[in-house]
C-alpha cells in the first residue's frame, strides 16, 4: 500500500514565536539566544529578516552582533515555545495518531488512507489561522522524500513529491540533501567524485556496504528515493506518580497535606508540559508495618491544574482513615489520560 506522509518544520520557529508575540518586532532582524550580544552563547535562532545577513543558528552571539549590530537580541523563552509546540501538536491530532515528534517544530505524521494533500494544506491553514505561525510542510510517500519536500521552498513553503520519476528528480540534487550525509559524509564521498544524488546513483549496493557500512545499505535505497522507516508515534505515558519515604515515620496530617501539596504541584506541571489531563488520581500510603493501601477516583472532568489535584488528594487521605497511624512513605499518581477535546469514555460509578 502506498503511505502518505506529511512533513511539518516551522519556519524560523523561536523568532517566529517572538515575532507574533510584539507587533513591534514585525519584520526586523531577531537573533534569539541571549539578550546581551557581547555575551557568551550562541544563536538559537534569527528570523528570516536576520539571516540576510548571514546570521543562523549555533553562531556565537558576537558574531551575529558584528554582522547585524541593529539586530535585536532576545533570551530563550523555552516555556513560551513548548506551548506554541503543544498547540501545534493538538492540529495535527485532529488529523492523526500517528505523529512522530523530531523536535518541537518538527514532525512526521503519517496520514496514509486520506487525501494527504488536503489534510497537508488545512493543517497550514490552522496553524497560520489559529496559532499565527508559519510551517513549512511537505508531502510524499515516505519519510525521507516528505522532509526533503518540506525544506524545498522553506520558508512558508507547501512542496508535494510525487511518485513518478523519483530517481530522475533527485538525481542532479547534492548528496547533502540526503538525510543522514552530514559534512563528513559529504567530504568523503566528494573524494571519492560523487556530489549528486545521481553520481550515487551509479554504484553498487555491495560497494557502498563496503566503504560505509550501514549507512551505505542506506545510501542505496535513499538515493532512488525507497525508504520503509515507519513514523513511530511517542506513546502517551501510563500513568505520573510522585511519591516521599518520610526520614521518620510521620503521623502529622499538616506533614502529609504538605507531601501532597507538593506532589500536585510537580504533577500538575508535569501534565501541562505534556498537554494532557488526568481523570484517576491515585493515593499510596505505606504504613509504619510496611502494609500499603492505595486509594483511587476517577473524575467526570479531567483536570490538570494542581489545586484540583490537591483537593482530590486530601479527599482520598480522608477517605483512608489513618486512625493514627504512622506513615513511612505517601505517594501520589495520576493516570488515565487524555488530550483536551478529545472524546472520552464515561465510567459508571
Ligand atoms: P530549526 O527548525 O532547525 O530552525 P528554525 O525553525 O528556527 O528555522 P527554519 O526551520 O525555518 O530553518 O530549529 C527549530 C528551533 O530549534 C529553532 O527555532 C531554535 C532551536 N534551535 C536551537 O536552539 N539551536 C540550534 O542549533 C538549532 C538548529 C535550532
Ligand atoms: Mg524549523
Avoid at 557581547?38 to 528570516?48: C, F, H, M, W
Avoid at 548571514?54 to 551575529?64: E, N
Avoid at 494544506?121 to 497560520?128: G, Q, Y
Wanted: aromatic letters at 8%.
Amino acid at each position: 500500500m502506498t503511505r502518505s506522509i506529511i512533513h511539518i518544520d516551522m519556519d524560523a520557529f523561536y523568532a517566529a514565536v517572538e515575532e507574533r508575540d510584539n507587533p513591534l518586532l514585525k519584520g526586523k532582524p531577531i537573533v534569539v539566544g541571549g539578550s546581551n550580544p557581547r555575551s557568551r552563547g550562541v544563536v538559537s535562532t534569527a528570523s528570516y529578516a536576520a539571516r540576510k545577513y548571514g546570521i543562523h543558528s549555533a553562531m556565537p552571539l558576537k558574531q551575529a552582533y558584528l554582522r547585524c549590530p541593529q539586530a535585536i537580541f532576545l533570551p530563550v523563552n523555552m516555556a513560551k515555545y513548548k506551548e506554541a509546540s503543544r498547540q501545534i501538536h493538538q492540529i495535527f491530532r485532529q488529523f492523526t495518531r500517528l505523529i512522530e515528534p523530531i523536535s518541537l517544530d518538527e514532525a512526521f505524521l503519517d496520514v496514509s488512507g486520506t487525501d494527504a494533500v488536503s489534510v497537508g494544506k488545512e493543517i497550514k491553514h490552522l496553524i497560520n489561522n489559529r496559532l499565527r505561525l508559519t510551517a513549512s510542510i511537505g508531502v510524499s510517500h515516505n519519510k525521507f522524500l516528505a522532509k526533503l519536500a518540506s525544506e524545498w521552498e522553506k520558508p512558508n513553503g507547501f512542496t508535494v513529491i510525487p511518485k513518478d520519476n523519483i530517481e530522475g528528480f533527485l538525481s542532479p540534487l547534492s548528496v547533502r540533501r540526503i538525510w543522514g550525509v552530514g559534512p563528513r559524509t559529504e567530504a568523503q564521498l566528494n573524494e571519492m567524485g560523487i556530489f549528486t544524488i545521481g553520481d550515487l546513483q551509479q554504484l553498487e549496493r555491495g560497494f557502498l556496504q563496503k566503504t560505509f557500512g550501514k549507512l551505505g545499505n542506506e545510501l542505496y535505497d535513499l538515493c532512488r528515493g525507497i525508504d520503509n522507516r515507519p513514523v513511530k508515534s511517542s506513546r502517551l505515558p501510563k500513568s505520573f506518580g510522585e511519591e516521599e519515604t518520610y526520614y521518620t515515620d510521620e503521623g502529622n496530617m499538616a506533614v502529609l497535606e504538605a507531601s501532597l501539596a507538593e506532589f500536585s504541584q510537580s504533577l500538575g506541571e508535569r501534565l501541562r508540559d505534556k498537554g494532557l489531563l488526568g481523570r484517576t488520581i491515585t493515593l499510596k500510603i505505606r504504613y509504619d508495618d510496611f502494609e500499603t493501601n492505595t486509594r483511587s477516583m476517577t473524575l467526570m472532568n479531567p483536570i490538570a491544574e494542581p489545586d484540583k489535584l490537591y483537593k482530590c488528594s486530601l479527599l482520598l487521605l480522608q477517605r483512608a482513615r489513618l486512625n493514627q497511624r504512622k506513615i513511612r512513605l505517601i505517594g501520589l499518581a495520576v493516570s488515565n489520560f487524555i488530550y483536551p477535546g478529545e472524546p472520552y469514555q464515561l465510567t459508571l460509578w
